[in-house]
Each structure stands twice: as structure tokens, then as C-alpha cells.
């Protein structure tokens, strides 16, 4: 009998010692509070990185003179102007190379920059204010945008060009996804379904722009 339970229990030794590890939470870089799921973001803008906080942390550096500017809490706002829809006229302006880019404002470097997603990560380039303002001068959504935590996310398909106004974080999300599923030159089909669902969930999410809104 000793003989048998010393077996099984071996056996079950073997079995979780065979299965992965469950991956460890994230942590808040401030306190080290393990963060849930869904967790806020702060935007590094000296390294140019994201720091994941747990929402103590991410409210302290909401206060004015907080860190002297460094960490900036990144919105939770997703937005849709449905009076302002972009076109190819905008599109060709802005001479965006792929179906998909985000665009944002670094405020340190005070330049336009355009990414776009890929099986490599996000490849950046930086955008021309001049086309900016031909493309984007007269949009809300593009004069609502806070520099660095929020971004213009953009997708062309079909003739068809959708934009929303969504926190840096989202972006990068987008990013993390597709480069698990990207195959070949342009994604494949299962890159496409991802971006499709993606956007689609955008879509649920977004909110139309108030006729007054700030950035």
C-alpha cells in the first residue's frame, strides 16, 4: 500500500513538475503591488517606455509636479468622431505605407511620429508637421490628443479609413498581439482576424467626441 501512494503521489510530482509555470503577476514599479489583469499604465517619457502602477501609484503621479513631468498616467478615454471621418485624400497625405499605424506626439523630441505594427514589433517613422496639418489640421480628434499617452489609430481597408483616439497603451497591446500570430509578408489570415476583432472591440468601446472636449 506504502509502496502504491508513494507511486501516485511521484506520479502527480511528475506531472506538475511537466506543466508550465503559471505565469507570475505583474507588479507595480513604484510599490511592488502585484496588479490585476487590466492594470494602469504610466507613460516613461525619458526612457520612452510604459510602467505598468498599480491605481495608488498611478493617482499619486496624476498630482501637479509629480516626478517634474517624467511619468505621465495614461487616459482611459477611447473616442470616435463620426463628424470627422478621415479619407484617402488624408490617407495619401500622410503617406502611411501599411493598412495599419498609430500616431502620436513625443513631447520630449517635439516631433510627429508614426508606427507601424509588425511581426518585428512597431517600426517608427517620424511624421512631416507640414502633411499633418494638410491631413489632420481640421480634425478634432487630432487636436484633442494629448502628447505622449494618447494616439490617432488608424486602419485602411477597403477604401474605408477608421480612426479613433485611444490611450499609447492600447496601441502597444495591438502591437503585442499581432506579432503572436503574424506570418509571412503581410500577417496572414490570422493577423487579419486578430486586427478585425481588435477593431471591432475599438468599436464597442468608443465613445463619439463631445461637442466640447480638451485635450
Do not use: K
Not at 69 to 97: H, K, N, T
Not at 110 to 115: K, P, V
Amino acid at each position: 500500500m506504502s509502496t502504491r501512494r508513494f507511486s501516485h503521489a511521484g506520479t502527480a510530482l511528475l506531472h506538475r513538475l511537466r506543466e508550465p509555470a503559471p505565469p507570475r503577476p505583474e507588479r507595480c514599479e513604484f510599490c511592488g503591488l502585484d496588479l490585476p489583469p487590466g492594470h494602469r499604465h504610466l507613460v516613461d517619457t525619458e526612457e520612452r517606455a510604459l510602467t505598468c502602477a498599480c491605481t495608488a501609484c498611478g493617482l499619486l503621479f496624476q498630482q501637479p509636479g509629480a516626478s517634474d513631468g517624467r511619468y505621465r498616467s495614461v487616459p482611459a478615454r477611447c473616442l470616435v468622431d463620426p463628424d470627422g471621418p478621415l479619407d484617402e485624400r488624408s490617407w495619401s497625405v500622410l503617406g502611411i505605407p501599411v493598412g495599419t499605424a498609430f500616431l502620436f506626439r513625443n513631447a520630449a523630441l517635439d516631433r510627429l511620429l508614426a508606427c507601424y505594427p509588425g511581426p518585428a514589433g512597431a517600426t517608427e517613422s517620424e511624421l512631416d508637421e507640414e502633411a499633418w496639418q494638410r491631413a489632420l489640421g481640421e480634425s478634432r480628434l487630432a487636436a484633442a490628443l494629448e502628447p505622449d499617452v494618447e494616439a490617432l489609430l488608424l486602419r485602411r481597408d477597403g477604401g474605408l479609413v477608421e480612426c479613433f483616439l485611444v490611450p499609447i497603451d492600447v496601441c502597444y497591446e495591438l502591437v503585442g498581439r499581432l506579432r503572436l500570430c503574424w506570418h509571412g509578408f503581410d500577417g496572414g489570415a490570422e493577423a487579419r482576424a486578430e486586427l478585425d476583432a481588435f477593431f471591432a472591440r475599438l468599436a464597442v468601446r468608443a465613445r463619439p467626441l463631445p461637442a466640447e472636449v480638451t485635450a
